[in-house]
């Protein structure tokens, strides 16, 4: 019985492992290329919280002076049900008010601090002109051929309904990505606008690594067009996502060891799945995310990032 199963299970091994690596290489066999129409190198945190006041016009309108391909913003929606552009629900960060947006309505909502600390380069800190909290709609409006990253920051039907609207009322299903790291929040969104491309959920995406490991990723289909997660390297910089110290050395030691794999990167990104790293504010943190062939960058600096790309233009293999 013992040597059947050897004399039978290593040529369906072997034949496993050489589709598996197959595929790995030629996905196109199997699977068809997401297409988004824009390949995003240069993507603008908040709209580059460190050069402008975050999630503002401001911010946006200076990103794409510095050609960004993305920008990523947050929405919330206010108590009379106006979706707006902000980071946080409670706006005591941002504008020294101890209030919710949720709880608050828009004609109330106060302006930003005169400066902001920015979140991913502790002491550091952004001016602007602008200083409004603005509507998801005003951006829609004033960009509208520009992507957009959208991350909806609270698990609210409502919310996510009136966003799936103003996307579908502009025009922009197939440049406004969906993102959620909770897979039930994401799923909502998915729902409400299958048109619009998303991200990697938390657990979607470590199955997905779980998968590649074990050489079954080749074989499955993906519907996700984006993986967005940080460079291992910022992991014991500063507080996110766990305390400086031993052991958040050890979590970034781990988590580079297991995810900055460039073999896996070209997979995904000849399946059209583009992998952004945030948030990286030094050209060292972009030279080192580049260096393992991911899709993009995202920043608070659009003009550093900017800087550093046309110093390092992109080779024709890429």
């Not at 050897?6 to 496993?16: M, V």
């Not at 066999?29 to 460190?50: D, E, M, Y």
């Not at 073999?263 to 080192?288: M, P």
């Amino acid at each position: 019985m013992g040597f059947q199963l050897l004399l039978f299970g290593l040529p369906a091994l072997g034949i496993y492992a050489l589709t598996s690596h197959c595929l790995r290489k030629k996905p196109h066999l199997l699977h068809k290329p997401h297409r988004f129409p824009v390949r995003c190198r240069h993507v603008s945190h908040r709209g580059g919280a460190g050069e402008e006041i975050e999630n503002t016009l401001g911010a946006f309108s200076h990103a794409l002076t510095q050609r960004t391909n993305l920008l990523e913003i947050d929405c919330h929606m206010t108590r009379d049900g106006v979706v707006v552009v902000s980071h946080d629900d409670n706006l005591e960060r941002q504008t020294g008010h101890d209030i919710k947006i949720s709880e608050t309505d828009y004609k109330d909502l106060p302006p930003y601090k005169d400066s902001l600390e920015v979140t991913f380069s502790p002491g550091c800190y952004s001016h602007g002109k602008d200083h409004r909290i603005p509507r998801l709609e005003e951006v829609f409006q004033k960009f509208p051929g520009v992507p957009v990253n959208l991350e909806i920051k609270e698990d609210s039907d409502e919310l996510i309904r009136k966003v799936a609207d103003l996307v579908r009322e502009y025009d922009r299903s197939h440049i406004t990505i969906w993102a959620a790291f909770e897979g039930k929040v994401l799923k909502k969104c998915c729902a409400a606008n299958t048109e619009m491309p998303y991200i990697f959920s938390i657990k979607r995406g470590i199955t997905m690594l779980l998968l590649y490991y074990v050489g079954i990723l080749p074989f499955v289909p993906l519907k996700e067009t984006f993986l967005e997660f940080p460079l291992p390297s910022i992991m014991n910089r500063t507080y996110f996502p766990v305390k400086k110290g031993w052991f958040g050395a050890l979590v970034a030691k781990f988590a580079h060891r297991m995810t900055m794999q460039r073999k896996l990167f070209k997979h995904l990104e000849d399946r059209g799945i583009q992998v952004l790293l945030w948030v990286l504010n030094e050209d060292k943190y972009f030279e080192e995310a580049f260096s393992y062939g991911v899709s993009g960058v995202m920043t608070d600096y659009p003009t550093l990032l900017r800087k550093y790309l046309d110093a390092h233009p992109p080779l024709c293999s890429e």
